[in-house]
């Protein structure tokens, strides 16, 4: 338990920043997995969910919630899926 006035201080900014951080990893995880989920069921939608996953995953990364190269990894195999089933539907 914090005794010090500084400790206090950033033992509520830790809770803070834990809540804030946690709403954007999961906001960031659904729309990944909704992404996913339209691709696989080659929903017409699956290009503009894609995008919105992509943004989400760099806006997280830009506020270091994410590290950079997970979010790299992760667009760059959910445009990779995208790509696999628009050529596999339009081939």
């Known amino acids: 338990m914090a005794n010090h006035p500084s400790a206090e201080k950033?033992?509520?900014q830790r809770i803070k920043r834990a809540a804030h951080n946690?709403?954007?990893r999961t906001a960031v995880r659904t729309a990944v997995r909704k992404a996913r989920v339209a691709i696989e069921t080659g929903n017409e939608?699956?290009?503009v969910l894609a995008k919105a996953a992509s943004v989400a995953v760099a806006k997280a990364a830009q506020k270091g919630v994410v590290p950079r190269p997970t979010a790299s990894r992760?667009?760059?195999r959910l445009a990779l899926s995208l790509n696999r089933a628009a050529s596999g539907s339009n081939g």
Do not use: D, G, M
């Open 10 to 12: 950033r033992n509520r």
């Open 22 to 24: 946690r709403a954007i």
């Open 45 to 47: 939608n699956a290009a």
């Open 74 to 76: 992760t667009v760059s």
